[in-house]
T-cell receptor
């Protein structure tokens, strides 16, 4: 079983839609979680951190459920520019080892 | 501030040949990572350095891959001999705080095609 698992998609949504991505992790010792965004043929970039209390940044909301070992990302009012692959990331050990999921592809259509 | 620099950007080699990738992290970043990203997959950690010491190399295929960071600054990843399944993007990244806050910064990657 992969340490961090995501639905690869693709998710095809119209502009203005709300879309949610889910991610599960297998190692209960995982310490911190993040969402990264990767545009086509570009490097991944940090989108936001994920906290148990929830984390909101504009149209983006991330949530962590440690009991279920489940992470989510909600995007409201989707824009064409949101089209990208969204990578779920967990950290392990004090050494800060970052484990990436396989990514979920989002395509926002006009 | 200059980002993570990598070279070469693109490389095509035949199987069984060797290749080397170079990375210069963001100035002052003690932690350096090499990730392998195969098309359609997420990045997979190959090796993590803290200064010039190895923190994790558990997923590095040591029979063919090697990496060094001799002076604790720039780093080289080598593959010898290359296999077809090594075709991927090799991403170098660096961070100030061992990635504990999730903020690791990637270079643009070195795209390898093995034919």
């Amino acid at each position: 079983r992969k340490e961090v698992e995501q639905d690869p998609g693709p998710f095809n949504v119209p502009e203005g839609a709300t879309v949610a991505f889910n991610c599960t992790y297998s190692n209960s010792a995982s310490q911190s979680f993040f969402w990264y965004r990767q545009d086509c043929r570009k490097e991944p970039k940090l989108l936001m951190s994920v906290y148990s209390s929830g984390n909101e940044d504009g149209r983006f909301t991330a949530q962590l459920n440690r009991a279920s070992q489940y992470i989510s990302l909600l995007i409201r009012d989707s824009k064409l520019s949101d089209s990208a692959t969204y990578l779920c990331v967990g950290t392990y050990n004090q050494g800060g080892k970052l484990i990436f999921g396989q990514g979920t592809e989002l395509s926002v259509k006009p | 501030e200059a980002g993570v620099a990598q070279s070469p950007r693109y490389k095509i080699i035949e199987k069984r040949q060797s290749v080397a990738f170079w990375c210069n992290p963001i100035s002052g970043h003690a932690t350096l990572y090499w990730y392998q990203q195969i098309l359609g997959q997420g990045p997979k950690l190959l090796i993590q350095f803290q200064n010039n010491g190895v923190v994790d190399d558990s997923q590095l295929p040591k029979d063919r891959f090697s990496a060094e960071r001799l002076k604790g600054v720039d780093s080289t990843l080598k593959i010898q001999p290359a296999k077809l399944e090594d075709s991927a993007v090799y991403l170098c990244a660096s961070s100030q705080d061992r990635g504990l806050k999730g903020a690791i910064y990637f270079g643009e990657g070195s795209w390898l095609t093995v034919v």
